[in-house]
């Protein structure tokens, strides 16, 4: 799977937007971008994914750029309770069966009242 | 919905022990996941199973490192014996195998120590 860049970390004020960037500039035509965030001391948690279309869900926005090279996961109100490292990650969909995720280091947000 | 669900939560064994943790994938799930979490390295992938067959087990350690998934509503991985750097959060996640895609869900980990 291709590899993505993230910023070790950001800060976010509380009720404001938080726009996480994501590079992965190699990423091939059946990957899809997939976002997941890791609450301390919780397993991995699913939040978001999108193939070249911009998607929304109750949870957050993803915008991928046109020629997919970079996405940015928006929460549009943040709480302290996102704070969180967050995920994003490049996985391939094949008809023969699933793949796993590989993670990489992630961005560690920070929500500050 | 029950989630996946994983035991023990919390285990401190000794140096040498046998560790055994297990995992119960969501129920209709047949594609399950073991990872390993630890400061040093992230989270890892050590093996996944499509319908109880290991895909991909090259993220296993080593030998003492063990994984069976006899049906699909339960796995376990074993440690045999256990050395103080297997301590690590350990994380089971399943998903539907047939289809592209599916979305992964995670368990709330096993927290191994080994002294």
């Known amino acids: 799977d291709a590899k993505t860049t993230q910023p070790p970390s950001m800060d976010c004020a509380e009720g404001r937007a938080a726009n996480l960037p994501c590079n992965h500039s190699?990423?091939?035509?059946?990957?899809?971008v997939y976002w997941y965030r890791q609450i301390h001391s919780q397993g991995p948690q699913y939040i978001i994914h999108g193939l070249k279309n911009n998607e929304t869900n109750e949870m957050a926005s993803l915008i991928i750029t046109e020629d997919r090279k970079s996405s940015t996961l928006i929460l549009p109100h943040a709480t302290l309770r996102d704070t969180a490292v967050y995920y994003c990650i490049v996985r391939a969909h094949r008809n023969s069966g699933n793949t796993p995720l590989v993670f990489g280091k992630g961005t560690r947000l920070s929500v500050i009242a | 919905d029950a989630g996946v669900i994983q035991s023990p939560r919390h285990e401190v064994t000794e140096m040498g022990q046998e560790v055994t943790l297990r995992c119960k994938p969501i129920s209709g799930h047949n594609s399950l996941f073991w990872y390993r979490q630890t400061m040093m390295r992230g989270l890892e992938l050590l093996i996944y199973f499509n319908n109880n067959v290991p895909i991909d087990d090259s993220g296993m350690p080593e030998d003492r490192f063990s994984a069976k998934m006899p049906n699909a509503s339960f796995s376990t991985l074993k440690i045999q014996p256990s050395e103080p750097r297997d301590s690590a959060v350990y994380f089971c996640?399943?998903?539907?195998?047939w289809g592209r895609g599916n979305t992964i869900y995670f368990g709330e980990g096993s927290w191994l120590t080994v002294v």
């Open positions: 996640a399943s998903t539907k195998t």
């Open positions: 190699t990423i091939s035509g059946n990957e899809y």
